[in-house]
């Protein structure tokens, strides 16, 4: 049975200046700027690693759906939300 899910993506320095300048903030601080009362089921954080930043987005299907047993069943209502 799976509870959460978690994306990845690696950043070009672009997409870093891009964000930044969007957010009015350094890129760690991003997070902070979000309003995350909107997304109680999913969040996400920015890291450097080897000198690479990367982007991690955790979505915790239990709060998704406010539900305890997640089932293949479920598939359906975790994509349209």
Known sequence: MI?????????KKEVVGF???????KITLITEKIDTEKFNSVYFYFYKLYGVWRFNLVVDFIKLLN???ISENDYEEIEKN
């Open 67 to 69: 539900k305890s047993e």
């Open 3 to 11: 509870h959460t899910c978690e994306f990845y993506a690696i950043l």
């Open 19 to 25: 964000l930044e300048e969007r957010f009015n903030t």
